[in-house]
């Protein structure tokens, strides 16, 4: 993949992330993403892709056959990172996760990968998950009890069995505890499978970045979110939803995982007519703008003048800290040697 088409995908991606006005309203249709985001005709077709699926399709999937390769390898990280980077519609990602989550004792990051896939998959009869889909929250929760997430989506699976005082109960334990998608795991685990089969450290790092982070669960979570709140439990929801959505900005790494959180943040003042939620409505809604603006513009910056050896410390940065840190460290490396060395 061309590397400057890459970084305009990631800026993209976070422009179709945002809020619209200060009501907090997502932006609806494409043509009004468009006229947010586009700023040249090469925008189009690549925002036309994006729309179609928040999570990339990159161009360099891995083939049948290298990931048949992996699978000899008998490693479930390394199978694991195969089956995170291949096409959602691609029955074989699903295969592998449900082969390496059929163990005893299954890794966390195996079973929110699964989980995200089956959310990207529509695992989702009308209303209702599947069994499928239920049981492997139920195994997140037991594998994974110190994470908040797993409560989260627990809560997100009894919102859907109707048990709203359940459901809340389940989001404030997630709310006691720390949060983590897994992100950093899920890209260690896509550059070990991509390198595994003969690729260069900086083109599995290029390809793992876009598979980092879980992005189908974040609308299943604003989703039970709405449902909760406008329940007969509405205060509560607002409660547990605003700290839900405040961890989730606050513990992620990407621009789009931030607008994410602060999106469900909105959610406890939306449509109310008190003051004082009108205006910290309008704080969240500042807040979706500036983390946007404030968000790496690197296309200003020449890809091939930056080594291929600042590029992979960007993507050590990225995992460890976030996309902001990661994006300023480019943009330091570049503003102190002007034009570069090349690669």
């Not at 694991?80 to 096409?87: K, Y």
């Not at 879980?214 to 979570?221: C, D, F, G, I, V």
Request: proline share 2%.
């Amino acid at each position: 993949m061309n590397a400057e088409f890459f970084l305009r995908r990631i800026e993209l991606m976070n422009c179709i992330s945002a809020c619209d006005n200060s009501e907090g309203k997502e932006i609806g249709s494409t043509e009004q993403r468009k006229k947010e985001c586009i700023k040249n005709k090469e925008d189009e077709q690549t925002i036309k892709e994006i729309l179609q699926n928040l999570q990339f399709k990159e161009a360099m999937q891995l083939t049948e056959e290298e990931i048949n390769r992996i699978r000899r390898l008998n490693n479930s990280h390394t199978i694991i990172g195969a089956a995170i980077q291949t096409e959602t519609d691609n029955s074989l990602g699903t295969v592998l996760l449900e082969s390496v989550t059929a163990s005893e004792r299954p890794s966390a990051v195996a079973l929110l990968s699964l989980i995200d896939r089956y959310f990207a998959s529509k695992e989702i009869a009308g209303s209702n998950l599947t069994a499928k889909l239920q049981e492997t929250i139920m195994k997140l929760l037991q594998a994974a009890p110190d994470n908040a997430l797993s409560y989260y989506l627990n809560g997100y699976r009894l919102q859907n069995e109707k048990k709203a005082n359940d459901a809340l109960i389940q989001i404030q334990e997630g709310n006691a505890r720390k949060f983590t998608n897994y992100s950093k795991e899920r890209f260690y685990g896509v550059v070990e499978a991509v390198e595994s089969v003969g690729y260069s450290q900086f083109t599995a790092r290029q390809h793992a970045i876009n598979f980092a982070s879980p992005a189908e669960l974040y609308s299943q979570l604003l989703k039970a979110c709405k449902a909760l709140i406008s329940t007969g439990k509405k205060e509560a929801a607002k409660k547990e939803c605003l700290s839900m959505g405040e961890k989730i900005e606050s513990s992620s790494l990407t621009t789009f995982e931030k607008l994410q959180g602060l999106m469900i943040q909105s959610l406890a003042y939306r449509d109310s007519t008190d003051p004082n939620d009108i205006e910290l409505m309008g704080k969240i809604s500042d807040k979706q703008r500036g983390t946007l603006e404030n968000s790496p513009k690197l296309l200003k910056i020449p890809f091939s003048e930056i080594p291929e050896t600042v590029w992979l410390q960007y993507f050590e940065i990225y995992v460890s800290k976030d996309e902001k840190a990661a994006g300023s460290f480019i943009e330091d490396y570049y503003s102190k040697t002007g034009q570069g060395h090349g690669k």
